[in-house]
Every structure is written in structure tokens, then in C-alpha cells.
């Protein structure tokens, strides 16, 4: 799907996506990992943090060339969610979903009409984005959606929506979100909803132990007006599959931080009369947590070069996203062991970290979700 006239959406211009990676890193040292603490404590980003995703390109990676976007392959994406993660996980999650899920949705599935409406403010960041799937009766088993969409007679192609959502990433912050509702009894598709209407409700703010920056809620819709995407529910469902592997590289990117706090610790503190580094049971962690860190590379390369190809990306996807996930949690876990009571501290980056992994366990399919991906892949 492309507009009659595409429009060159993207604020700033990079001679290669290697140049894009090089700014995405100096954005992440400079703006994003000093700030990092003080918007856990708000449990909000600042607002002016979407405009300058905007102009850095961050929010339109998956846009194609012919809708105006920069055409960034899957390996560019993963690996501005891993250098992301690297400052803020929660920023790193808000930007995955972003692209992998709305931004992605538009590619696919959007008209032109939408896309001339939403497209420039999504991209430019002055239109901010969530995906809308979870409920309270519907989380692994996404097929439970109750929230229902009936057509409006006097308004085709928009619907009138009843329900509620939850654990929605960036809930409390969007201005649009993609709906996923039942259109009839076995049938689901998804719909773009405005939330500066009466029939969206916000519920509640969903605080977090990790990741809290987020702005994850609850709301409620009733008679929301919403303008159809025309999709399957199998179709939407797909854009979870580049999203699983933004997750994963977000996750690879706490691991890789967390290893480098731990690495520096170890080589800094002394006890018993030497470094922490010199005694082996600190080496054997530091030697696993290496070991996983690299497989995981490995495994999230080789799901985005199979995207890229062109090729499905079920299994690997799930590879990718249950080793990061799991690696994450691991090196987490060891750099608080290594950091030893301090590592419970505030003080140090690595008790944040490894709040902020347990998510990846859990968001865009949960690990048991995965490995029954696996074997249904692998038994079919």
C-alpha cells in the first residue's frame, strides 16, 4: 500500500544507516542514559522527548521508502532498540513497539487517507502512539479480545468500540492508538482510535517495578469512534514477529550494559587483598554472562537478516526473543551479585537493570509463550 504521492516525512537525513547507528549511540550517551534515573523517579518521559525522536529518526524506521520513511532494514531497527536500551529500557520498549507495531501498521494496512491524516505528526513525534491488544481477560491467549467494534451507518469506515484494554505501553501518553476488537463472533481486526474523545476513558495508571518511565495504563472504551484498518486479526497478529525481535534487542542491550557496569566493578573493587576480577568464581560469571551475550547477538542477527530476506520469521523471532529475554535476567542477576550489597542500591545502574529485564520475559509474548512457538514450529 503507498499514497499517490509519497512526502518525505523524516527530519534528518543519513548518508547510511551506519551513520544513523553513530547518532542513535551519541543521542544515548548524551540525552538519554544522564536522564535515565529522573524519569524512573517521574515515572514519565518529558514530553519534548518525541519530537527529538522524531527528528532523529527513531520513530519511523519501518517506514518505507514509498510512504516517505528512511527504509531502515530489520538489522538497523533491532540494533537502535539495543543501543537505546543501553540509556533507558522503557525508552528502548516505547520505540520497538512504536515502529515494529503503529508505524508498521500503516505500512501494511493503512489507506492513504489515514496515512496523509496520521502519518507526518507519528513520525515528527507530535502525534504519540500505542498499540492497543491486552485486556483483562486477554493477555497470552490473545484471541479472548471481548472488546467489540460495530460499524457506524452514518460514518463509513469508522466503528463504534466497547471495551477495555490494559497494560497498554504508552497508554496514558497517545493520541492514537491501533485497537485490536472483535468485529464478529470469531472474527478480530484492528481500527485507529483518537483518544481526545468521550468514549476513551483512562482507568488507571499501571505503575511497574521496571521500565516504569513507561506510561502503562488501563482505560476503557465506550462508544469510541475508530476508523477501520482493514486487516485480519492473523495480519495484525504478524507485526508481532519484527516486534519480538525489537524486544530482544532491547534486551540484549541491558544485558550488554549491565555486563559492562559488572566487568568495571569487578576490576575496581578489592577484597581478601585482591580484585574481585581475580578470583575465578567472579570470572566464571563474568565468562557466562560473555558467553550468553554473544549467542544472543548471534541469534537476533540471524532472525533481522532473515527478515530482511524476506523470509518467515516465526521461529526465529522466538529464538531471538526468548534467548535475549532470558540472557538479560541473567547478566542482570549476576552483575547485582558481583556488585554484592551495593548492587540493591540505588547508587548503581545495575539494580535498575535488572528490574528493567524482567519485562522482556514478559512483554510482546511471555517465554512460555515462546517456547510453545518453538515446538508448534517444530513438531507442525
Given at each position: 500500500?503507498?499514497?499517490?504521492?509519497?512526502?518525505?516525512?523524516?527530519?534528518?537525513?543519513?548518508?547510511?544507516?551506519?551513520?544513523?547507528?553513530?547518532?542513535?549511540?551519541?543521542?544515548?550517551?548524551?540525552?538519554?542514559?544522564?536522564?535515565?534515573?529522573?524519569?524512573?523517579?517521574?515515572?514519565?518521559?518529558?514530553?519534548?522527548?518525541?519530537?527529538?525522536?522524531?527528528?532523529?529518526?527513531?520513530?519511523?524506521?519501518?517506514?518505507?521508502?514509498?510512504?516517505?520513511?528512511?527504509?531502515?532494514?530489520c538489522e538497523t531497527y533491532v540494533n537502535a532498540c539495543r543501543l537505546l536500551a543501553h540509556g533507558d529500557p522503557a525508552l528502548s520498549m516505547n520505540v520497538a513497539a512504536i515502529n515494529a507495531l503503529c508505524v508498521a501498521h500503516f505500512v501494511h494496512f493503512a489507506n492513504p487517507e489515514q496515512c496523509a491524516k496520521y502519518l507526518p505528526g507519528v513520525v515528527d513525534g507530535s502525534i504519540?502512539?500505542?498499540?492497543?491488544?491486552?485486556?483483562?481477560?486477554?493477555?497470552?491467549?490473545?484471541?479472548?479480545?471481548?472488546?467489540?467494534?460495530?460499524?457506524?451507518?452514518?460514518?463509513?469506515?469508522?466503528?463504534?468500540?466497547?471495551?477495555?484494554?490494559?497494560?497498554?505501553?504508552?497508554?496514558?501518553?497517545?493520541?492514537?492508538?491501533?485497537?485490536?476488537?472483535?468485529?464478529?463472533?470469531?472474527?478480530?481486526?484492528?481500527?485507529?482510535?483518537?483518544?481526545?474523545?468521550?468514549?476513551?476513558?483512562?482507568?488507571?495508571?499501571?505503575?511497574?517495578?521496571?521500565?516504569?518511565?513507561?506510561?502503562?495504563?488501563?482505560?476503557?472504551?465506550?462508544?469510541?469512534?475508530?476508523?477501520?484498518?482493514?486487516?485480519?486479526?492473523?495480519?495484525?497478529?504478524?507485526?508481532?514477529?519484527?516486534?519480538?525481535?525489537?524486544?530482544?534487542?532491547?534486551?540484549?542491550?541491558?544485558?550488554?550494559?549491565?555486563?559492562?557496569?559488572?566487568?568495571?566493578?569487578?576490576?575496581?573493587?578489592?577484597?581478601?587483598?585482591?580484585?574481585?576480577?581475580?578470583?575465578?568464581?567472579?570470572?566464571n560469571m563474568i565468562a557466562d554472562s560473555a558467553m550468553e551475550i554473544e549467542a544472543t547477538r548471534l541469534l537476533l542477527a540471524k532472525g533481522a537478516q532473515t527478515m530482511d530476506a524476506g523470509k518467515p520469521i516465526i521461529l526465529e523471532s522466538s529464538y531471538a526473543k526468548l534467548y535475549a529475554s532470558e540472557t538479560a535476567n541473567h547478566v542482570t542477576n549476576r552483575a547485582i551479585q558481583?556488585?554484592?550489597?551495593?548492587?540493591?542500591?540505588?547508587?548503581?545502574?545495575?539494580?535498575?537493570?535488572?528490574?528493567?529485564?524482567?519485562?522482556?520475559?514478559?512483554?510482546?509474548?511471555?517465554?512460555?509463550?515462546?517456547?510453545?512457538?518453538?515446538?508448534?514450529?517444530?513438531?507442525?
Amino acid at each position: 500500500m503507498t499514497t499517490t504521492s509519497p512526502t518525505s516525512f523524516v527530519n534528518r537525513k543519513y548518508p547510511s544507516q551506519a551513520d544513523f547507528l553513530t547518532d542513535v549511540e551519541k543521542f544515548v550517551a548524551q540525552e538519554v542514559l544522564p536522564n535515565t534515573r529522573e524519569w524512573e523517579a517521574n515515572a514519565a518521559f518529558p514530553d519534548p522527548i518525541w519530537p527529538r525522536l522524531g527528528e532523529l529518526g527513531l520513530l519511523s524506521m519501518t517506514l518505507t521508502k514509498e510512504l516517505g520513511g528512511p527504509g531502515y532494514d530489520c538489522e538497523t531497527y533491532v540494533n537502535a532498540c539495543r543501543l537505546l536500551a543501553h540509556g533507558d529500557p522503557a525508552l528502548s520498549m516505547n520505540v520497538a513497539a512504536i515502529n515494529a507495531l503503529c508505524v508498521a501498521h500503516f505500512v501494511h494496512f493503512a489507506n492513504p487517507e489515514q496515512c496523509a491524516k496520521y502519518l507526518p505528526g507519528v513520525v515528527d513525534g507530535s502525534i504519540k502512539m500505542a498499540w492497543g491488544l491486552t485486556e483483562p481477560d486477554a493477555g497470552s491467549d490473545a484471541r479472548r479480545v471481548k472488546t467489540k467494534a460495530e460499524p457506524l451507518e452514518s460514518k463509513p469506515g469508522y466503528w463504534s468500540i466497547n471495551g477495555r484494554k490494559m497494560f497498554i505501553t504508552n497508554g496514558g501518553k497517545a493520541d492514537l492508538i491501533v485497537i485490536v476488537a472483535r468485529t464478529g463472533e470469531s472474527e478480530l481486526s484492528a481500527f485507529f482510535l483518537e483518544t481526545d474523545q468521550p468514549g476513551f476513558k483512562l482507568e488507571k495508571r499501571i505503575h511497574t517495578v521496571g521500565v516504569s518511565a513507561s506510561n502503562t495504563v488501563q482505560f476503557a472504551l465506550e462508544n469510541a469512534v475508530a476508523w477501520h484498518t482493514p486487516c485480519k486479526f492473523e495480519q495484525a497478529i504478524g507485526l508481532l514477529y519484527r516486534g519480538r525481535l525489537g524486544i530482544a534487542g532491547m534486551a540484549l542491550g541491558i544485558a550488554e550494559k549491565a555486563f559492562e557496569c559488572m566487568v568495571d566493578y569487578a576490576k575496581q573493587r578489592e577484597q581478601f587483598n585482591r580484585k574481585l576480577a581475580d578470583m575465578q568464581s567472579v570470572q566464571n560469571m563474568i565468562a557466562d554472562s560473555a558467553m550468553e551475550i554473544e549467542a544472543t547477538r548471534l541469534l537476533l542477527a540471524k532472525g533481522a537478516q532473515t527478515m530482511d530476506a524476506g523470509k518467515p520469521i516465526i521461529l526465529e523471532s522466538s529464538y531471538a526473543k526468548l534467548y535475549a529475554s532470558e540472557t538479560a535476567n541473567h547478566v542482570t542477576n549476576r552483575a547485582i551479585q558481583v556488585h554484592g550489597g551495593r548492587g540493591m542500591t540505588r547508587e548503581f545502574l545495575v539494580e535498575k537493570l535488572w528490574r528493567d529485564a524482567k519485562l522482556t520475559e514478559i512483554g510482546e509474548g511471555c517465554s512460555e509463550i515462546q517456547r510453545l512457538v518453538i515446538s508448534k514450529q517444530i513438531l507442525k
